[in-house]
């Protein structure tokens, strides 16, 4: 995102949006902050604007290319137009903090919130990290001092009301990885275990649910409203959200499809149509695709992007344009480890490999395993009766398939007495 490193917040209300092309769509009117239970400010997500007859819409900061005093600039003229709602653990920055009356510390001086700053970390995580504080001076004629100070010296701001539970969970488990918060979840009666998935934000929540049994799958989405499961369904891979929805009945399938950006249900609708047990119903459809003159530099800057799994990130496959599923023409694959040998200026049409036979989707799973297992691969290209790339295989979508259907299931005899931090008693 090209913008400074620290924005305040109450000077984007009203500020245009502009999509890339330059047309405005509508005017930033709040801010979205995800509260934790722990200490740290809360984390802005996001950014509310006014579209056309006062419709108003969430605009992740994912997508927000840059952001100043004059324009906010989507990197995408695509916009998800559901009305926004407010969440569980969300707090609308503007219309909630503006004109709070808090104190300072040390000290306790009282005074009210004016304005507040988030900061964007090394990470690319923005928080509320400075709040603009007027002292209260008791004189009607005479403005008090403003002063700018940490998130953390200002009390009286805002909180997580369950303390006790929802909350003190979260805090265990904010950091686990998904697939170990997904078993903490297991652990949890039914009730609470609704209200922790429904406090985490669509991305973490997705990334749980895909480590989830399909029963646990089905009734954490099922708590949810239809809008918000299909905003979850979205931020999960295709072949994941297929194979939650196949455990739904077609209606209720038909209905979150419906809901979900049509450039996100598309490729799951076509995973759905695969049958079981075969390469296409158990691929992705979305595996790293560049074109042959592509280089290995940007092969390699590709393969960095943090959000793409191991197996995904190991090798790029080569087609003729479109890049997305199914391609052009499908050329070979490249394996992560020849990139690091090749210099990075040289083209991947060069050291493409295309000796392997890729798979069809209708191959059985069994004959995916042996090939896989036979050449030492963690992925294989599926094409179509075209030669176009319509997806990938990957080693974790067959162990997967190939285990037990109940192997994510916790049973309590096996689990491990120190774990980690115990979640006894969270319901207290």
């Given at each position: 995102?090209?913008?400074?490193?620290?924005?305040?917040?109450?000077?984007?209300?009203?500020?245009?949006?502009?999509d890339?092309n330059?047309?405005?769509?509508?005017?930033?009117?709040?801010?979205?902050?995800?509260?934790?239970?722990?200490?740290?400010?809360?984390?802005?997500?996001?950014?509310?604007?006014?579209?056309?007859?006062?419709?108003?819409?969430?605009?992740?900061?994912?997508?927000?290319?840059?952001?100043?005093?004059?324009?906010?600039?989507?990197?995408?003229?695509?916009?998800?137009?559901?009305?926004?709602?407010?969440?569980?653990?969300?707090?609308?920055?503007?219309?909630e903090?503006?004109?709070?009356?808090?104190?300072?510390?040390?000290?306790?001086?009282?005074?009210?919130?004016?304005?507040?700053?988030?900061?964007?970390?090394?990470?690319?995580?923005?928080?509320?990290?400075?709040?603009?504080?007027?002292?209260?001076?008791?004189?009607?004629?005479?403005?008090?001092?403003?002063?700018?100070?940490?998130?953390?010296?200002?009390?009286?701001?805002?909180?997580?009301?369950d303390?006790?539970?929802?909350?003190?969970?979260?805090?265990?488990?904010?950091?686990?990885?998904?697939?170990?918060?997904?078993?903490?979840?297991?652990?949890?009666?039914?009730?609470?275990?609704?209200?922790?998935?429904?406090?985490?934000?669509?991305?973490?929540?997705?990334?749980?649910?895909?480590?989830?049994?399909?029963r646990?799958?089905?009734?954490?989405?099922?708590a949810?409203?239809?809008?918000?499961?299909?905003?979850?369904?979205?931020e999960?891979?295709?072949?994941?959200?297929?194979?939650?929805?196949?455990?739904?009945?077609?209606?209720?399938?038909?209905?979150?499809?419906?809901?979900?950006?049509?450039?996100?249900?598309d490729?799951?609708?076509?995973?759905?149509k695969?049958?079981?047990?075969?390469?296409?119903?158990?691929?992705?459809?979305?595996?790293?695709?560049?074109?042959?003159?592509?280089?290995?530099?940007?092969?390699?800057?590709?393969?960095?992007?943090?959000?793409?799994?191991?197996?995904?990130?190991?090798q790029?496959?080569?087609?003729?344009?479109?890049?997305?599923?199914?391609?052009?023409?499908?050329?070979?694959?490249?394996?992560?480890?020849?990139?690091?040998?090749?210099?990075?200026?040289?083209?991947?049409?060069?050291?493409?490999?295309?000796?392997?036979?890729?798979?069809?989707?209708?191959?059985?799973?069994?004959?995916?395993?042996?090939?896989?297992a036979?050449?030492?691969?963690?992925?294989?290209?599926?094409?179509?009766?075209?030669?176009?790339?319509?997806?990938?295989?990957?080693?974790?979508?067959?162990?997967?398939?190939?285990?037990?259907?109940?192997?994510?299931?916790?049973?309590?005899?096996?689990?491990?007495?120190?774990?980690?931090?115990?979640?006894?008693?969270?319901?207290?």
């Open positions: 995102m090209s913008t400074p490193t620290r924005v305040y917040l109450a000077r984007l209300a009203g500020v245009a949006v502009f890339p330059g047309d405005q769509v509508g005017r930033v009117r709040d801010a979205v902050g995800r509260l934790r239970p722990t200490q740290r400010p809360p984390e802005v997500v996001g950014l509310v604007a006014e579209m056309p007859m006062r419709r108003r819409i969430f605009l992740s900061l994912n997508r927000i290319t840059s952001i100043d005093a004059d324009a906010v600039v989507l990197g995408s003229g695509t916009l998800n137009l559901r009305r926004f709602e407010k969440r569980p653990n969300e707090l609308l920055v503007l219309q903090l503006l004109d709070r009356r808090v104190q300072v510390e040390p000290g306790g001086q009282s005074g009210s919130v004016v304005d507040v700053a988030m900061e964007c970390s090394r990470g690319g995580e923005w928080s509320l990290a400075r709040v603009a504080v007027r002292e209260q001076t008791g004189r009607l004629t005479r403005r008090g001092h403003l002063h700018q100070v940490e998130w953390e010296r200002v009390r009286g701001l805002s909180g997580i009301a303390s006790r539970g929802t909350a003190n969970l979260l805090s265990v488990l904010e950091d686990m990885r998904p697939a170990d918060l997904a078993n903490a979840l297991q652990d949890l009666p039914d009730t609470r275990r609704n209200e922790v998935a429904a406090a985490l934000d669509d991305e973490r929540l997705a990334d749980v649910l895909s480590e989830l049994p399909e646990d799958q089905v009734e954490i989405l099922a949810l409203d239809r809008e918000r499961a299909a905003d979850v369904l979205e999960m891979d295709p072949d994941d959200a297929a194979d939650l929805l196949s455990e739904l009945p077609p209606p209720e399938q038909d209905v979150l499809l419906d809901l979900m950006q049509p450039g996100e249900a490729p799951v609708r076509q995973l759905l695969y049958t079981p047990g075969t390469a296409g119903s158990v691929m992705t459809s979305e595996p790293v695709i560049l074109p042959p003159d592509a280089t290995v530099a940007e092969a390699l800057a590709r393969i960095r992007e943090p959000q793409l799994s191991p197996a995904i990130a190991a790029v496959f080569v087609s003729r344009a479109p890049m997305t599923t199914p391609t052009g023409r499908y050329l070979g694959m490249v394996h992560f480890q020849r990139l690091l040998r090749e210099p990075p200026a040289d083209l991947l049409g060069g050291i493409v490999v295309n000796d392997i036979d890729p798979l069809r989707p209708t191959t059985p799973l069994p004959e995916i395993t042996r090939r896989m036979t050449y030492d691969l963690v992925a294989m290209p599926v094409i179509d009766r075209n030669n176009r790339l319509v997806g990938a295989v990957t080693v974790d979508d067959v162990l997967d398939h190939l285990l037990p259907r109940d192997w994510r299931e916790r049973d309590a005899a096996e689990r491990p007495s120190t774990a980690g931090p115990t979640l006894d008693g969270a319901d207290g």
